[in-house]
């Protein structure tokens, strides 16, 4: 009675084939992860609104409401998006500095820089600029306000963003469907915001003597708050200065 000879790698073909199941029902297991994550609404995304416009002007942007009149107090704020005592001034002045525009109390003017970048036209800095002046020049008050804010809410976590993460930011707060594209495909325009970050780092350095930021000037003269801690009384400053 003639035995069957088995094939001894029986077994071990059986088991390599079991592994390649499970690592295919795995990637799949991770594939729908990521794609229920990346479907899901990024909650806590600035959502406020404005009773202002913004305006694309050259080197600035200016946020005024219709009802400013001559006697409303224009500021000046040079700003880098890297730099974390602007994040600070920003957040703390948040409340004071859109009821103050809103009421046309107060017109502002950025001064975007991109100073931290060290010249480095890829850097956070320069990114963000070149998708500010895009908001901006959307004309949407609305949307910029609330880019703004979502930029220096929390820079940390704003610079580790990807180009696709940014673009799922910007889609979920309501921009057009074009920079939306423009962000995701890493195109906006670096070499234009590195030039406006040059030119106002110029000009700033000709009213303070150096490059730093962040910086407030009201009828040419410098107002930030000095005291630790008190960045974000800047726009009580800047209107008692102006009206003083």
């Given amino acids: 009675m003639s035995q069957k000879i088995k094939n001894p790698n029986e077994k071990g073909s059986g088991f390599v ?20 994550g990346r479907n899901q ?22 946020l005024a409401s219709d009802e400013a009149g001559d006697d409303a107090v224009v500021a000046e704020v040079y700003e880098d998006y890297s730099c974390p005592y602007c994040a600070e001034m920003a957040n703390g002045g948040h409340a004071d500095q ?6 046309g109390e107060l017109v502002v ?9 060290r010249e480095n036209i890829e850097g956070h800095s320069t990114k963000t600029l070149a998708l500010m002046k895009r908001v901006a020049e ?12 979502l930029m220096l809410e929390d820079i940390q976590s704003a610079a580790k963003w990807d180009d696709e993460q940014l673009a799922e930011r910007l889609e979920m707060m309501g921009a057009p469907s074009d920079l939306v594209d ?5 195109a906006l325009d670096r070499d234009a915001a590195n030039a406006i ?10 009213v303070t003597g150096s490059v730093s930021s962040p910086h407030v000037i009201v009828d040419g003269e410098e107002v930030t708050p000095k005291e630790a801690g008190t960045l974000g009384d800047w726009v009580k400053v800047a209107l008692e200065a102006g009206k003083a």
Avoid at 41 to 51: A, H, K, Y
Avoid at 138 to 149: E, F, Q
Avoid at 197 to 202: I, L, P, Q, V
């Fill in 109 to 117: 003017e950025y001064h975007p820089l991109n100073f931290l970048d």
């Fill in 182 to 186: 423009d962000v995701r495909n890493g």
């Fill in 98 to 103: 859109l009821e103050a525009l809103n009421n």
């Fill in 138 to 149: 959307t004309g949407d008050a609305r949307l910029y306000w609330n880019v703004h804010t």
């Fill in 17 to 36: 084939v079991g592994i390649i199941a499970l690592i295919a029902i795995v990637a799949v297991v991770i594939g729908v992860v990521l794609y229920m």
């Fill in 41 to 62: 609404p990024i909650e806590g995304l600035p959502d406020e609104d404005v009773s202002f416009s913004v305006q694309a002007d050259g080197n600035i942007v200016r």
């Fill in 197 to 206: 970050g040059t030119a106002n780092g110029e000009k700033l350095s000709g």
